[in-house]
């Protein structure tokens, strides 16, 4: 079928998922459903240990056998251990046909392309795949399609028994020993566990992998005793360095500054920026800056953040403490800053991925920001944006939470280039859609700014405001004119990946790379 | 006739390697004056060749949006200024800027063959503007005739570097070691009626110490800077932009003298001011600035 | 024109192309190597075929590594290749072959 933004679904994957074509961003509003519910083992024998000596045996343990669905967090980035220690132990006890079902994987995660390879992993689900995983996917190496999810996505799936998680890995930067874990005071703090928090509550087994065990108890908990089976300590859970960065600095690149410029006028000057107003950057160059430019904003009008949400950085944070901002809600810390400010600042507040963004719970964060600042691979004239699948074809990115927040918001703002090198960001047509275009409000690149023509009330809003406003077909057109037009990527009809929507409808698929063409 | 860009608006004059593809491929999205294509001191001994080919295509086929296209050719005394010309020439540069500039002699050698290529490669005859780049003590003290040398001549650049070495000193951050030069040459492009650039500022971690430089270089008369980088424009831009007041009363003057000109009155009063048509030019270049800063939109 | 040795011109850079030619063999042999292969390989081969055209090289090895170089970069690099492999730096035909 050809869905509600003009993508070919194959009917046999649908049929396959039992799913339906994406129908638009509130086709499920008020649908009721049964929620999925975990098969769990009771501790009742106040004697019982739930300290195992490794993860062989937290897998032995958890009966591990082959076809079962790991889940994993990726709180700890690019500095994670804890996927490769437990697929190593998953592989050397000779078990196949394992599904990772991930909150995102990244470049520290190349090892799993080669059980790709062996059969060992033959699904993933995730909402980001990177490096060899990527490559993997799209050369058709994985058996089932790989499915990507949004952060909302993801907990919504899991929650309406989309995907059943047979034994949850929870990395923790402390545990005590009875499973109580947290995301700070341990030597590798990622800040919160956010995205392990559903995990926790659906899954059949539940095991806390730790660097750091201390005192019971480990108060207050991310992750309760609760729903906690066993406790792993490890030497380490990942690279520090890498899990959250030192101090993510200001950029100096004038044209990233230029773009910042004008989505900071484009907030101030929109009728949502009123005190109260709730925002989410990213931690790109462009959108970290607008929230540098914001402040002084804020300050001459007196107007005050109600909540910020996100990747959580300094800048932020320090906003915080001045009383600019109000509240903090943090699903992701990403420097150091943020994980002092969440220590240390009463009204700095972990949230789970569901509270964040799920959609099909009763009521999200998502749903209650104004702006949200945004970046993409490709943006196509429809508005639909890529941020899955590179120029080569292969997937490597993450919806994040970008599909989550674009349709809750009510100004999403996406902040790309015109071009990178020789490819164009606007194009005729995204080669992935990820995040529909009716949910995306503003383009905004260093050669002008397009506003969807959806959204007539923006652009009455700014018929003031002096920038360089165009149309998302002239962008195109001027990408066009310095790059050339680009051929279409060639792809073969298998398809090795669906992009589902953040409410469980097919927004698109990736097909397999042809690479002899 | 004069050429009609040759007093075009260049408070900004942008520096860039011709050699780096990433650079030269699209520098108007900064909203600089004028870029300057560096064939000299940017590109290696062994490249210049190579930056010849790429400088060949930009200016033939990258649209750079009516942003002036200013060619840093090598100087009078390398093996690489005759070809520097012919493909500036060929490629429809706006302007050439001549390094190391001595005397109106070295100008008129440029033009020399210039006018050769003009001719060679089927261009207007004194389409092509050129600007003097003073960076030496002789250079400067022949300021006056430098500017005097030449219709093509937009007008003449300080290179400090060299300048200060020539000098026997260096650049010291207080600007003592240049004042002189920039007195000198900024009085003889206004006595000539051209143009006059102050030189580069390469210190980008000091803005602070840059905005200033570039304020007292205003006081002092400049036209404009040679910038190393786009972080430099919008202070310049900011410093040039006239003041609200300075504005109103432009325009005012601008209107009255046309409408007393009519009239034939030739000395009259604007907010309290004796005004007279020596006022006219200056009001005109206020409004030139303040229209180029997107803040007025009068065309008068 | 024939190409006399082996000549390069151009970086690695991001923007940049690498473009290496040799003596050939009899006939013109064009290697592409682009990280924008899929989207711009044919015009990559065309522009850099249509320069050596112009420049008149039937007989050839040319190397290109591209690292989503425009047009006018690309054409920049071959040009610049071939007349080094002649030794030729001055007179060029700036508006003829080289266009």
């Not at chain 1, 360095?241 to 006028?265: H, P």
Request: proline content about 4%.
């Amino acid at each position: 079928m050809i869905n509600k933004i003009g993508r070919e679904i194959p009917d046999e994957i649908l049929k396959q998922y039992g799913k339906e074509g994406y129908q638009g961003p509130n086709y499920r509003d008020n649908v009721r459903y049964k929620k999925a519910a975990p098969m769990v083992r009771g501790v009742v024998d106040p004697k019982q240990d739930k300290m195992v000596s490794n993860i062989r045996e937290a897998l032995e343990k958890c009966k591990i056998q082959d076809g079962m669905v790991l889940s994993f967090h990726h709180h700890f980035r690019d500095g994670d251990y804890v996927v490769n220690m437990v697929m190593a132990e998953v592989a050397a006890m000779g078990i196949r046909d394992i599904t990772i079902c991930a909150s995102s994987l990244g470049a520290a995660h190349d090892p799993i392309a080669e059980y790709i390879e062996q059969g060992i992993v033959t699904g993933i689900q995730s909402s980001g795949v990177r490096g060899k995983i990527g490559e993997a996917i799209s050369r058709g190496k994985l058996k089932t399609p790989a499915i990507i999810r949004s952060h909302g996505g993801r907990v919504r799936a899991i929650e309406e028994g989309d995907v059943h998680i047979d034994i949850a890995f929870i990395g923790a930067p402390t545990s005590d020993a009875y499973g109580n874990a947290r995301g700070v005071g341990g030597k590798s703090d990622c800040g919160v566990l956010s995205y392990s928090m559903v995990d926790a509550q659906y899954a059949d087994n539940v095991v806390v992998i730790t660097d750091c065990l201390v005192p019971f108890p480990n108060f207050p908990a991310s992750i309760s005793m609760t729903n906690v089976d066993y406790v792993c300590v490890v030497d380490e859970i990942g690279n520090p360095d890498k899990i959250i960065s030192n101090a993510i600095r200001m950029t100096k690149d004038v044209r990233e500054l230029m773009m910042a410029k004008y989505c900071t006028r484009l907030i101030a000057d929109s009728p949502y920026f009123q005190d109260g107003f709730s925002f989410q950057t990213g931690a790109g160059g462009a959108s970290l800056a607008v929230n540098t430019m914001l402040r002084p904003i804020m300050e001459e009008k007196n107007i005050h953040m109600g909540f910020s949400i996100g990747g959580i950085t300094q800048p932020i944070c320090e906003m915080l403490k001045d009383g600019l901002v109000r509240n903090i809600v943090d699903a992701q810390c990403f420097d150091r800053a943020s994980i002092e400010s969440i220590k240390n600042d009463a009204r700095h507040f972990e949230i789970s991925t569901s509270e964040y963004a799920n959609p099909m719970n009763k009521g999200t964060f998502a749903n209650k920001l104004d702006f949200v600042i945004l970046g993409a691979l490709e943006v196509d004239i429809d508005y639909n944006v890529n941020v899955v699948t590179g120029s080569d074809g292969i997937v490597r990115g993450a919806p994040g939470g970008h599909p989550d927040i674009a349709a809750g918001s009510k100004c999403s703002i996406i902040i790309a280039p015109l071009v990178r090198g020789r490819i164009p960001t606007i194009c005729d047509r995204v080669v992935t859609a990820v995040t529909p275009g009716e949910t995306v409000d503003i383009i905004v690149t260093d050669y002008g700014i397009a506003i969807n023509p959806r959204r007539t009330d923006l652009i009455e809003a700014y018929k003031n405001t002096h920038l360089p406003f165009c149309t998302i077909e002239e962008l195109r057109d001027m990408a066009y004119e310095i790059v050339g037009t680009p051929d279409e990527i060639p792809f073969k009809d298998r398809v090795v990946g669906i992009i589902e929507n953040r409410d469980g409808t097919i927004l698109d698929v990736v097909r397999e790379l042809d690479e002899e063409c | 006739m004069m050429h009609p860009n040759k007093k075009r608006l260049r408070r900004s004059m942008m520096f860039l390697n011709c050699q780096k593809p990433g650079l030269i491929k699209d520098p108007y999205i900064y909203g600089t004056d004028s870029i300057i294509l560096d064939l000299e001191d940017a590109v290696a001994e062994n490249q210049k060749d190579s930056a010849r080919y790429s400088l060949y295509h930009a200016l033939k086929e990258i649209n750079y949006r009516g942003v002036e296209r200013v060619v840093r050719m090598n100087g009078l005394d390398t093996p690489h200024w005759k070809e520097d010309i012919r493909v500036c020439v060929a490629g429809g540069a706006d302007t050439i800027r001549i390094a190391k500039t001595e005397s109106a002699q070295d100008v008129h050698v440029v033009e020399e063959h210039v006018l050769a290529a003009e001719r060679e490669f089927g261009r207007p005859e004194g389409s092509t503007l050129l600007m003097a780049a003073l960076e030496s003590c002789r250079g400067v003290m022949n300021a006056l005739e430098v500017c005097n040398s030449s219709d093509r001549l937009i007008g003449i650049a300080l290179s400090g570097g060299d300048y200060t070495r020539d000098l026997q000193t260096v650049i010291s951050g207080t600007g003592v070691e240049l004042q002189g030069a920039r007195q000198q040459m900024v009085i003889a492009a206004r006595a000539a009626k051209v143009q006059c650039w102050d030189t580069v500022f390469t210190d980008l971690d000091n803005m602070e110490a840059f905005e200033k430089e570039v304020r007292m270089i205003k006081m002092m008369g400049f036209d404009g800077k040679s910038l190393v980088n786009p972080r430099q424009i919008e202070i310049v831009h900011e410093v040039f932009t006239p003041t609200k007041k300075e504005i109103i009363f432009a325009d005012k003057i601008v209107r009255e003298i046309d409408e007393k000109k009519a009239q034939g009155i030739g000395v009259f009063m604007v907010d309290g001011k004796m005004i007279d048509i020596a006022f006219y030019e200056g009001a005109v270049r206020t409004l030139k600035l303040a229209k180029a800063a997107g803040i007025y939109e009068e065309d008068l | 024109m024939v190409v006399q040795k082996s000549a390069v011109a151009g970086t690695l850079e991001s923007s940049d192309a690498q473009v290496t030619v040799e003596p050939g063999s009899g006939t013109l042999e064009l290697i592409v190597e682009s990280n924008v292969i899929h989207q711009f390989g044919r015009q990559i081969r065309k522009t850099v075929l249509d320069v050596l055209e112009r420049l008149e090289v039937t007989d050839a090895k040319v190397v290109v590594v591209d690292k989503g170089a425009l047009d006018c970069t690309l054409k920049a690099r071959v040009e610049c290749a071939v007349y080094r492999s002649n030794d030729i730096t001055e007179t060029l035909p700036w508006g003829g072959a080289i266009k």
